[in-house]
C-alpha cells in the first residue's frame, strides 16, 4: 500500500479536528447567498432566452424561412 498506514481511529480524530475548525455560514448569510444564486440563474436564463430568440429570428429572416 506505498506505505501508507490506515488507522480508522486517527482519520476519525483528525476528521473532528478539522471540523471544529470550519466557520460556517449563518442563517442569514445563508439565506442571502442562496437568494444570489437564484437571482443570477434567473437573469443568466432571461438573457440566454433573449439572445437566442434573436439569433432564431436572425437565421429565419436570413433564410427566409417560417416567417
Known amino acids: 500500500m506505498n ?4 488507522n ?5 480524530r483528525e476528521v473532528r479536528t ?3 475548525r470550519v466557520t460556517w455560514p449563518s442563517r442569514k448569510e ?3 447567498t442562496t437568494g444570489l444564486v437564484f437571482a ?3 437573469l443568466t436564463a432571461l438573457f440566454f432566452f433573449f439572445v437566442d430568440q434573436v439569433i432564431g ?3 429565419r ?3 427566409h424561412v417560417g416567417l
Open 30 to 32: 445563508t439565506m442571502v
Open 40 to 42: 443570477m440563474a434567473t
Open 18 to 20: 478539522e471540523m471544529s
Open 3 to 6: 506505505g501508507v498506514a490506515v
Open 57 to 59: 429570428i436572425g437565421i
Open 8 to 12: 480508522p481511529v486517527k482519520f476519525l
Open 61 to 63: 429572416l436570413l433564410f
